[in-house]
């Protein structure tokens, strides 16, 4: 149902440009996602930090009014994201075994804005929904673990010391997608000429809908001792951003 809506959505934008006003944008993105962090003996062992994404794709205002117009826009999006997750475990007395997880998250959305905009030549504000589908989601992972005292790293079935790299595919290493496909965003944003036909688009978005699915969303301390039943964890995951895009029109 959600790929049947946002096909619409989209026939429906490409039937509006047949006569409206087109252009270009591209551009960066400030961003990451959060939620609830997995706790662990109390203590929160989860943080996060932005990383640079980008964006390109099409606009096309299809209402133009003196103070008020209503832009679409189809876009191509990267958003990215960094998770670290820190947390030691005591398996047998007098042993600690310390695991950190790092996460460099990437996913790719087709995405759909749509939104009201209210202002003049010089400066327009405006605000409006957008409808995303996931086409791929990875992470590139790096975990690294030390065992205190030294001498017993790798023996007695503990885990060897040092880092170990890896990739996580949010789709296909999953029975079900780990990324919802659909996501519905709120953007606040405003826009000003630089150029006579060249604008600077500078724009806030902030997920309203779970961006993880909690079916497949389990907990990361299970998952790095492998084991095989992983406890499920019921959390609210949001991506927000900064964006900032060149816009040229035609």
Do not use: C, W
Request: glycine share 8%.
């Amino acid at each position: 149902m959600p790929k049947v809506t946002f096909t619409t959505l989209l026939a429906l934008l490409l039937s509006l440009t047949a006569t409206a006003q087109i252009g270009i944008k591209a551009g960066v993105t400030l961003g990451g996602t959060y939620g609830s962090a997995e706790e662990f003996n109390g203590d929160k062992i989860e943080s996060i930090d932005p990383a640079v994404g980008y964006q390109f794709g099409l606009t096309a205002t299809v209402v133009d009014l003196p103070a008020f117009d209503l832009r679409a826009e189809l876009i191509y999006e990267n958003r990215r994201g960094i998770k670290n997750a820190d947390f030691s475990l005591a398996p047998t007395q007098g042993v600690e075994v310390q695991t950190d997880i790092k996460f460099k998250n990437s996913f790719q959305y087709l995405s759909l804005p749509v939104l009201a905009s209210f202002g003049g030549d010089r400066l327009n504000f405006y605000i409006g929904p957008s409808f995303s589908y996931l086409l791929a989601a990875k992470s590139e992972t790096t975990t690294g673990t030390t065992v205190l005292p030294a001498q017993l790293s790798g023996q007695g079935g503990l885990p060897t010391s040092g880092e170990v790299d890896g990739e996580i595919d949010f789709i296909d290493d999953y029975e079900e997608p780990y990324i919802n496909r659909l996501n519905i965003a709120a953007n606040v944003g405003v826009m000003f000429p630089i150029f006579p036909s060249t604008s600077l688009d500078i724009r806030v978005y902030h997920t309203l809908t779970d961006v993880t699915n909690d079916d497949e969303d389990r907990s990361i301390i299970d998952r790095a001792i492998r084991l095989p039943q992983a406890r499920l964890r019921d959390d609210n995951d949001s991506t927000v951003g900064l964006q900032a895009n060149l816009v040229f029109r035609f």
